[in-house]
């Protein structure tokens, strides 16, 4: 694993000193970020919000090329919720309009690294050529066997398990089953995440100490980290210093402690 940064982690630096603490055999397998921050991050600048995600979009590009490179399985970021249509519309159209351009600018580069992309979420609530767009980046890194980027876009947790609830009860009417047959499992399958690991470890940066709707069936059992760092400021370090603290600790799933 550690030769894999060789390259991008300067020796005696703050990364490499992180990088010798990790553990290879106690990688998360999935980790899921809230980004948050990037307004605030602007603000202290006296930028435009617009400006913090625009720097944000490199924060983005550090936790993939680090995540990818520690072979870790899945990657899930909160990209946009059905809430933030709230906010001011110069700001989504500036989102949206960064989107497209972030994936113009980045899929060759994502591909080049066996990233698989996919868009999850109420994604037919997007513009039409935004939605065709995230299509064709599915499709382009569809047989790529390496870290799953899943990027939720206008998207919430309770429509996901409250949709994914439908198609079950559906599935099991259709079968001839009773609706008492409905299982965990059923929904589970039903989700967008469905193909994706547990999420091990959800990040959330900025120091708020919310969900946000984000993952509710997916973070039962996750190990959360929250950071003051904000997400423009949130780099390869940053990330190190997650997966030590994810390393420290005990996951009991509802049991006990060991003995």
């Not at 990088?19 to 202290?44: T, Y």
Request: glycine letters at 6%.
């Amino acid at each position: 694993m550690h030769e894999n940064f060789a390259k991008v982690v300067k020796p005696k630096s703050l990364e490499a000193e992180l990088l010798a603490e990790i553990d290879p055999a106690r990688l998360p397998q999935h980790v899921a970020i809230i980004m948050d921050g990037n307004g605030r991050w602007a603000k202290q600048r006296g930028k435009p919000r617009i400006f913090g995600h625009r720097e944000g979009a490199e924060s983005v590009r550090a936790i993939l090329d680090t995540c990818a490179r520690l072979e870790i399985k899945a990657v899930t970021l909160y990209a946009f919720s059905t809430e933030n249509w709230k906010r001011p519309e110069d700001e989504v159209s500036g989102l949206m309009q960064m989107l497209k351009l972030y994936l113009k600018k980045e899929l060759k580069t994502v591909h080049k690294n066996n990233i698989r992309f996919q868009a999850i979420g109420k994604i037919e609530g997007l513009s039409a050529d935004l939605q065709k767009q995230l299509a064709s980046a599915m499709e382009f890194t569809s047989k790529n066997t390496g870290t799953v980027l899943s990027v939720a876009l206008n998207y919430g947790g309770r429509a996901e398990i409250t949709e994914a609830a439908k198609k079950a009860a559906k599935k099991i009417v259709e079968n001839g089953k009773s609706l008492d047959d409905l299982s965990e499992a059923d929904i589970e399958a039903n989700l967008y995440t469905a193909n994706l690991p547990e999420v091990d470890l959800l990040i959330r940066t900025s120091g708020e100490f919310r969900i946000s709707n984000f993952l509710l069936w997916q973070l039962a059992y996750s190990e959360i980290y929250v950071t003051p760092v904000l997400f423009p400021d949130f780099r390869r370090a940053e990330i190190f210093k997650a997966i030590l603290d994810f390393q420290k600790r005990e996951r009991r799933f509802g049991g006990v402690e060991a003995k």
